[in-house]
């Protein structure tokens, strides 16, 4: 399903709300070639190279050189997809992972949005997302930072993410541009893709990017089939994937991933460098751009349109007029200094919002639930929702629980509290996080005991589990961006494997084997072991993802039943890393080249091509109550399919039901038995009904065609798959 014209129109008019008028791209082209014309050459050169990581006037991440006497600022680029990073003030926004968990585009546009207003308010003209790389390997260090190993769910993630944070006149940056899927060795490594894997799993969110109108693009670091990617003419030149797709905008690249020289990078089409100096794995080619220039290696008209394609998403997003001064100094992330004016962009709505999608992106694993009358509306006495009179002492457990290191580095390159977040650039602001013991504590007050054991220490645990009503386990896993080598609890980036950290299931363990209704909440940046779920006392599990800085109010409103859980799993648990089909290249004799073998057959199509049954499968997440599906109809409308279907709450609490639509290809198509093609949030009270309706374009049901470089419908019979998990399926039909 691809909702792309009425999200146009309802950006349009967001546009308006918002104060400035979104301008055609010819009418920006129009502004920026006058602009160019007038410029010196040492002026463009300033246009399209950073001004160094080592510039100690740098005020952003990175940033240009402006032109003054011609009305152009310093532009801003800043981390990160999750939220403004390296400032006060701001807030800390639930992970990209998180926002696939809601399988729900009105929280995804609405992040956007409110991502793309605070990084208004502090002058950033660039947002540094989203990311979009494709979680080819559970323990890849970054995955968290995107949406998951499915690219229908990514490419939606996507587009939903850049709507909204260019509806409010802030520049989106798709990265990293392409097939950027581990930490380990990725500064050289070369993926080695085929053409048809290519444009159906890795370059198909940033072609809903272009759909949505982004108006940049980072390329990566690591080599794509052998050539760096930000040098590489098939992906980022005139004729390249990209150009050939419909962008308009420039090519940026990531920090140091440019290599050889200034016109191997400008005439393959890189229109921007940065930072724009040598930082030890790469950088500073742009230095040498001015002599490439004046002697003819790059021609003046290439230089113009690097310089037009920079200055054109400028105009046409409306930062030429009333856009902030940039009010914030990522050189002191303390607030430190005459340059750091301490603006707050903080609001009640976005505090709101990030509370709401935590606990939308919560997936209720498990729920073994007893009451008093033995039916849904009664009482609890075990499991979930936890009931404030039944409930009088409560264990809060594990290191996860409490307050994080609000001294750690810049990075984020610490795991000793709760984890809302992984580390490197992709990571936030904790500067307003509340833990969830706070959250416990406050809401709770004094209806009940609470006994804490804030440690993974396996002997005061169960000492404080042990005879209570309930017992709440914290647990995590964390990862993040390799940077410059950094390890974290011996991991470098990737994870080194999918255990809970801290003997996080060992502390499980204990805890259930003295407190007969063990809730355990996990936080994650992506699957994890989970051995230990078919525990009998184990009565509840929530896979909370990183949640960001809301992280205790949004579980409390989880646990105690004021938000009934609708979060779906944007990924398969598994068993076994065997079950997942792909490797993370931890050791080599210099960078590797890795050859993506799998092909399409990622995370739950890899599973159904084999027979493995997960633990938890792609899609899964209980609620509180129950749905029923009925009424599959399936019709035609021109080249597309609409499929119609009613959901109806069965059970005794309100709540969203996510249904799911797959897609299952004529056999001779060479695709996975069923793909993710489509899904919707359904808002039900009890005992209602809504008529769902998605829609099935042609591309939808087409394969990539290599020799014709097309999309290509196959002939035959097509089946469409519709329930609330890639396991639970609960209509089928056929066109």
């Known amino acids: 399903m691809s909702p792309f014209i009425p999200l146009l129109l309802s950006s349009w008019l967001v546009l308006q709300i918002n104060g400035f008028v979104l301008r055609s791209w010819e009418d920006s082209f ?40 011609l009305g152009v600022p310093s532009i801003c680029f800043n981390d990160g997809p999750a939220g403004v990073r390296l400032s006060k003030g701001v807030t800390g926004f639930p992970a990209g992972i998180n926002a696939a968990s809601t399988f729900s585009r009105r929280l995804m546009i609405a992040r956007g949005k409110a991502l793309g207003e605070e990084f208004r308010g502090k002058g950033i003209q660039v947002f540094l997302g989203p990311a979009m790389d494709i979680m080819r390997n559970p323990k890849a260090g970054r995955g968290w930072e995107s949406f998951g190993p499915d690219p229908y769910l990514n490419g939606e993630g996507a587009f939903q993410t850049i709507t909204g944070v260019q509806s409010v006149g802030v520049q989106a940056c798709a990265k990293h541009f392409i097939a950027n899927n581990q930490e380990h060795w990725r500064y050289g490594l070369s993926a ?7 444009a159906e799993i890795y370059w198909y969110p940033f072609l809903r990017s272009i759909e949505a109108g982004v108006v940049s693009v980072m390329c990566a670091y690591n080599r794509f089939n052998d050539t760096s990617s930000c040098h590489n003419a098939a992906l980022i030149g005139d004729n390249g994937l990209l150009r050939r797709n ?30 724009g100096d040598f930082i030890l794995i790469g950088g500073g080619v742009f230095a040498g751009l001015e002599i490439a220039v004046n002697l003819g290696f790059v021609s003046e008209n290439r230089l113009n349109q690097m310089v037009t394609r920079v200055l054109a998403p400028w105009y046409r997003l409306g930062q030429d007029s009333g856009y902030p001064p940039v009010n914030f100094d990522a050189q002191r992330p303390d607030g430190s200094g005459s340059r750091n004016l301490n603006v707050s962009v903080r609001s009640d709505a976005h505090t709101s919002l990030v509370r709401e999608i935590a606990s939308a992106s919560a997936v209720l694993l498990k729920n073994n639930r007893t009451t008093t009358t033995g039916t849904q509306s009664g009482t609890t006495t075990r499991g979930l929702p936890l009931a404030a009179s039944k409930v009088k002492t409560i264990a809060v457990i594990g290191q996860d ?88 609890n011996g991991n470098e980036g990737d994870r080194n494997n999918l255990d809970l950290w801290f003997k996080g299931g060992s502390l499980v363990e204990t805890i259930a084997a003295v407190n007969e209704n063990t809730v355990v909440v996990v936080h994650s940046v992506g699957p994890v072991y989970m051995p230990w779920s078919t525990h009998p006392n184990i009565t509840a599990i929530i896979y909370a993802g990183a949640p960001g800085e809301q992280t205790g109010p949004s579980i409390v409103d989880v646990l105690y039943g004021n938000y009934n859980p609708s979060g779906r799993l944007p990924f398969s648990i598994a068993d076994s890393e065997d079950d997942y089909g792909t490797t ?53 409308s021109g080249t597309s399919q609409i499929i119609k279907f009613t959901v109806t709450n069965t059970g005794s609490f309100a709540g969203a039901e996510k249904p799911q639509l797959y897609l299952g290809y004529p056999s001779d198509a060479e695709e996975p038995s069923k793909v993710l093609r489509g899904f919707e949030e359904v808002t039900l009270d009890v005992g209602t009904s809504s008529i769902v309706s998605m829609t099935l374009i042609q591309r939808d049901m087409s394969i990539w065609d290599s020799s014709s470089q097309t999309w290509v419908q196959p002939s035959g019979t097509f089946t469409v798959y519709v329930g609330a998990s890639i396991r639970d399926i609960r209509l089928t039909g056929t066109f």
């Open 192 to 198: 080695n893709v085929d053409d048809r894997t290519l």
């Open 401 to 488: 629980a409490k307050m994080p290191n609000l001294h750690c580095n810049d990075l984020n390159e610490c795991n000793d509290g709760t984890m809302s977040i992984g580390w490197g650039s992709g990571s936030n602001s904790l500067e307003f996080i509340i833990p969830p013991i706070d959250a416990i504590t406050s809401f709770v007050g004094m209806s009940a005991n609470i006994t804490s054991s804030l440690s993974n220490d396996l002997t005061t645990g169960p000492a404080a589990a042990e005879g209570k009503d309930v017992a709440l386990v914290f647990v995590n896993a964390m990862s993040g961006e390799l940077g410059a080598y950094d390890v974290v």
């Open 30 to 69: 129009t502004l920026a070639n006058a602009t160019a014309s007038a410029m010196t050459i040492e002026e463009k050169i300033g246009i399209v190279r950073g001004t160094g990581q080592l510039n100690p006037t740098r005020r952003c991440v990175g940033d240009t050189t402006a032109v003054s006497r």
């Open 584 to 636: 993370i290249v931890y050791d080599s004799l210099g960078f590797p080249e890795i050859d993506y073998t799998e092909k399409l057959l990622l995370d739950y199509r890899y599973m159904d091509s084999r027979g493995i049954v997960p633990r938890f499968e792609f899609g899964f997440g209980l609620s509180y109550t129950t749905f029923a599906y009925s009424g599959l109809s399936i019709s035609a």
């Open 246 to 275: 419909g962008f308009k905008g420039y090519v940026v690249s990531d920090w140091g991933a440019t290599h050889d020289s200034a016109s191997d990078n400008a005439n393959a089409g890189l229109d921007m460098e940065q930072p």
